[in-house]
């Protein structure tokens, strides 16, 4: 017996629909991940899709669980079916003990990671579906990979379908070309959704985003309206996500920013060479600074590395210092945000795909256009830039030591 579990009716034809690609586009708080967690969960528990699993991907696999793997938990609970299903966490894998159907969990960010998506395999009947999250992570060639493998004869009832849920950031990107664009109504199906489309959403999140559309228009049409996004104004353009936590470093720092209902943020950066490589992070909202430190914790930020944080909250400094961190403020000096942006811009910054928020602000952090010229200024939209706040502190030390030597050197030269 289910309970009573509410939908929002913007997705009723989506999960309907047997087309091969059910493409879920979205804005931010659009629900479409939790529609795509309670509709896969009450498929898979009915014995009309019997033999039918489910195989979730993300660009990296260790982001799971705490997007992925805790929706379909969160759908499973709401729905009083915690006593059918058995929930492991290593390694990550549901399995609904009445229809025998499993849920798994893969990464596929680099070539090991792709074997193993090509290998995956069910004790029972196939895998039919795919939820493709944050599926602008992935390259085409990952996401042709997974397509190849969804084939054979299925028994009468069952359907082969892959989903991908997204914000449209970059209307570049090949699923535009490929999956939005591409004139194949037979098997294709395509839903925009907005925020104002989801009936559960909070009027704290609507004055956010009403705050956006004033403060960041060109924001605001992208993950206010799901608008595909263009690339004008971006301040970074010079990174590259490739895996970064397997390499050898010089040395390492970590950045720290501070929030609550904003988010809280540390960066954990490898140097090589003058460059900085993002390992991992560690971010949350409405986190203690102790809950924020025990995720620090699970993403491997070390207690011995120096820690620059956001001199704006001494309070939270100390906090760090007592449960044993090298916690220090960053002095902010007048211009610090603009010279700090312009040495990175002067290097590649390296970004794990672990890093999926400092990912995300990077795809989105841009300049504030001039209402009236419609010219791009020099200074950054003050939204959703948590992350980059942290990995502006986390070169302090790399950007002050080079600026000390340059200045050394001169007053040598003369």
Not at 105 to 114: I, P, Q, Y
Not at 270 to 275: F, P, R, V, Y
Request: charged share 25%.
């Amino acid at each position: 017996m289910y309970n009573v579990v509410r939908f929002n009716s913007a997705y009723k034809a989506a999960n309907k629909t047997q087309a091969r690609y059910r493409v879920l586009l979205g804005s931010a708080g659009s629900g479409k991940s939790v529609n795509a967690a309670q509709d896969f969960i009450l498929k898979l528990s009915s014995a009309e899709y019997a033999g039918c699993s489910l195989l979730v991907v993300r660009s990296a696999e260790c982001t799971h669980m705490n997007s992925t793997f805790s929706e379909l938990l969160g759908a499973i609970n709401r729905m009083g079916l915690l006593g059918q299903w058995k929930i492991s966490k290593a390694p990550l894998m549901m399995e609904n003990l009445t229809t025998g159907n499993q849920i798994i969990f893969r990464g596929c960010n680099d070539v090991r990671a792709l074997e193993r998506l090509k290998s995956v395999t069910v004790a029972r009947g196939k895998i039919c579906w795919v939820w493709i999250e944050e599926a602008t992570e992935l390259t085409q060639e990952a996401f042709e990979i997974i397509d190849d493998r969804l084939r054979g004869e299925l028994p009468p009832g069952l359907f082969y379908q892959i989903t991908l849920t997204f914000n449209p950031v970059n209307a570049q990107h090949w699923i535009k070309r490929t999956l939005w664009d591409y004139a194949d109504g037979a098997n294709i199906f395509r839903l925009r959704t907005t925020y104002l489309d989801n009936r559960f959403i909070d009027e704290a999140y609507k004055a956010r985003m009403k705050r956006r559309k004033e403060v960041d228009p060109e924001g605001y049409q992208v993950y206010g309206l799901g608008q595909w996004g263009e690339t004008g104004g971006l301040v970074f353009t010079n990174y590259v996500v490739e895996p970064c936590a397997d390499k050898r470093f010089d040395f390492y720092s970590v950045g720290c920013d501070f929030g609550f209902n904003h988010a809280t943020v540390a960066l954990l950066v490898g140097w090589q060479d003058g460059e900085p490589y993002l390992v991992s992070e560690a971010y949350a909202t409405n986190k203690t600074t102790a809950e924020f430190l025990k995720l620090c914790e699970d993403a491997g930020l070390p207690r011995r590395e120096l820690w620059y944080c956001d001199s704006a909250e001494p309070d939270r400094i100390k906090e760090l210092k007592q449960h044993g961190y090298r916690a220090q403020p960053v002095e902010k000096e007048p211009g610090s945000v603009h010279n700090q942006i312009t040495w990175l811009k002067e290097r590649i910054i390296h970004v794990d795909p672990a890093c999926v928020h400092t990912i995300k602000e990077l795809q989105q952090y841009r300049y504030i256009k001039d209402r009236i010229t419609g010219a791009y200024t020099d200074e950054p939209i003050p939204v959703e830039d948590d992350c980059i706040a942290a990995l502006r502190y986390s070169i302090e030390p790399q950007r002050k030591s080079r600026r000390l030597q340059t200045m050394t050197k001169g007053a040598l030269s003369l």
